[in-house]
């Protein structure tokens, strides 16, 4: 298994664009976690799906981001319009269950707005 | 609002020595606890996940244990070497959520 494969490795934009994050999840894993590390707040988690459904989506900071799961192999995180202070890592993870099985994390994308 | 927590923030030790990594969590009703390794400028490894009615995981050289009682894991690593130097979260999961502490930087000296 090539395991949560995430896409583009690194982001460097200019605030105000639109930034968009691509995540595979394991196959046969139906629940998918994006995070977001940075040194000040460690790691946070943004929203998490089961199932393709979005099921806690408290962590998104703001309207400006988005997260959407279109089927159980796919899902992008948006941010639009970027600002410097939404530069860190994301890290995209799946499970096979929600909450009682391990995570398996991506590799993350370093983001950095300008 | 569980809050987990992990001291000290980094750590050296010299190479062959066993030691012991602490996490303390505020609220005891958690699914399970697990032990993360993330190497820097990658992703994180889950290591070890204990059930919140298991006591201790044990594979190769590391043992975690869990008083939920306490609130209280640590990690322990036996016969350390200079390729166990990472940073080591733990988390715990609980109101269908996965909290991680802040990590432990830990480094080995040959």
């Known amino acids: 298994d090539a395991g949560v494969i995430q896409s583009p490795r690194h982001e460097v934009t200019e605030m105000g664009q639109e930034v968009t994050l691509r995540c595979k999840p394991i196959?046969?894993?139906?629940?998918l976690f994006w995070y977001r590390q940075t040194m000040m707040r460690g790691l946070e988690l943004l929203i998490y799906f089961n199932n393709n459904v979005p099921i806690d989506d408290s962590g998104m900071p703001e309207d400006r981001f988005s997260a959407k799961m279109p089927n159980a192999s796919f899902s992008t995180l948006k941010i639009q319009p970027s600002e410097p202070r939404d530069s860190a890592v994301y890290f995209c993870?799946?499970?096979?269950?929600?909450?009682?099985?391990?995570?398996?994390f991506g590799s993350g994308t370093q983001l950095s707005v300008l | 609002k569980q809050e987990v927590t992990q001291i000290p923030a980094a750590l050296s030790v010299p190479e062959g020595e066993n030691l012991v990594l602490n996490c303390s969590f505020t609220?005891?009703?958690?699914?399970?606890l697990q032990w993360f390794r993330q190497d820097p400028g990658k992703g994180l490894t889950s290591l070890l996940l204990?059930?919140?009615?298991?006591r201790e995981q044990t594979s190769g050289r590391l043992n975690a244990s869990l008083d939920k009682s306490s609130g209280r894991s640590t990690l322990y690593i036996a016969a350390s070497q200079p390729g166990d130097s990472a940073t080591y979260l733990c988390?715990?999961?609980?109101?269908?959520?996965?909290?991680f502490g802040s990590g432990t930087r830990l480094s080995i000296r040959p």
């Open positions: 204990i059930q919140s009615s298991q």
């Open positions: 196959s046969g894993h139906n629940s």
């Open positions: 993870a799946s499970s096979t269950r929600a909450v009682n099985e391990k995570l398996f």
């Open positions: 988390a715990v999961t609980s109101a269908s959520k996965i909290i």
């Open positions: 609220d005891s009703a958690i699914y399970n």
